[in-house]
């Protein structure tokens, strides 16, 4: 047994080399500054609230003037990076990808450009749900089970103005085509999980011809239609179209189910019932998604048809009664998997940790970087050094405190504790990285010269300063 374990810790020691290797070839320009960098970020064991103190660490052993240059002036290869990302997917698992946006916070840096108004989860006034900052879209492989684990694969950030829609259409269809690369297996087509803020008859019309599923939240104040013409109208004109209504907040719907599942007991969620209406489609508008497509829809819109989910759980984790239904959209090329989507999507949950590690951590959110370039540059970094840990999460010790938990038994160690250990796995891994020349002090600034003031942005496209709410009790800067 000891000789198998042995030949599994060998395997992932040379899986977690290969990888380094192959992100190092990924880094066209200030390569080993940019991998010293991620290694920094890896082996400081506490959370990262300052760029420039990376520069300290033992591991990075260049200036923080080369850390700037580095995110300024580098170049890394991210088609290149992504396919490395897809190639640590684990062929025994799910295709099931989480899809789901987060802000990238810059609300006092009016010298950067392209920032917008995007979601906040808080704000200290409790007034405002909104920050000014730049917004990344994240596409990260799930597992089946609970865990704080995911693998990111793609994180590409979203221009002000940018249909949402077609970004993640785009951003799917590029995945899709990377997995399509490796050998066949008999599993499925990959499923995309996505939240209640994605349009889902207009993300279905986008991926109409891809063989994917998605599964989305929906509101439960949705109306749907069956396409089924109901009895003839009388009197002239044309028959509806649409079918008979199917509001979701009706009380009692009397159309019965095409499919139902009773899992009579969970752990978490008690008995859990889910019920599925098949082909069913929304009334769509001509604006948003359906607006941009120009003269394709000119005479009619498109019916859209996919299954609504009805998911119905007896209690929530923590023992609270549900407050209200979970309504879910799926489309794809077959029929769904009923116990498959309702657990798929309680996994998505799993992307929340991801962020939690990125932001309090490793410190994505503290990076003040002045152009969004350099954001993409940062982030591609911390993406690499989180597959880094997921690697490692079976190699690493676990240095716990006297007062943590034990792991539990048969699962592997937190993010965190990972980070807490991979320093001394570092110590064998090695770097491909050069040693650094030996530099003088620049000249310095020319006899007269003089700083120039940075250009101010606006924020977003029409937005002037004077249009930013101000805090209550107060008055509107002008």
Partial sequence: MSLLRENANVELFFALTRFRDGFYDCLDARA???????????????????????????????????????????????????????????????????VDVTTFPRPNAECSPDRGLHYAPCRCDGDRKVVPGWEFQWVTALEWGRSSWTLPVDARRLPQGACPVTATAEQIRDLTRRLGTQPPTPQPAPMFVLDQGYAAAALTHALGDLPVQTLVRIAGDRVFYDGRPGPRKPGPGRNGIHGQRFALAAPMNLRRPDQMLIVPDTTNYGRVEVRAWQRMHQRVARSGYFARLGDELFTRLPIIEGTVLEVRVERLPDGRSPHRTMWLWHSGPHAPDLDVCWRAYLRRFDMEHTFKMMKSQLGWTAARLRHP??????????????????????????????????????????????????????????????????SHPGPGRPPGGRNTPARRHRLGSEMRKTDIPAKPGGKKKG
């Fill in 32 to 98: 080993d500054t940019l991998f010293e960098l991620t290694d920094a970020v890896i082996c400081t064991e506490a959370p990262v609230t300052s760029l420039v103190e990376l520069s300290l660490a033992s591991v990075f052993r260049r200036g923080h003037g080369a850390l700037y240059d580095a995110l300024a002036q580098g170049a890394i290869d991210e088609e290149r990076l992504r396919d490395l990302l897809a190639d640590q997917l684990p062929p025994d698992s799910p295709p099931i990808f989480g």
């Fill in 373 to 438: 370039e350099q954001a993409v540059r940062w982030t591609w970094l911390l993406i690499a050094a989180y597959t880094q840990l997921r690697l490692a999460r079976d190699l690493a010790n676990d240095l716990r405190r006297p007062w943590e938990r034990r792991p539990r038994p048969g699962k592997p160690l937190t993010p965190y504790r990972v980070r807490r250990a991979f320093r001394h796995l570092r110590d064998r891994l090695g770097t491909p990285t050069r040693l650094p020349k030996t």
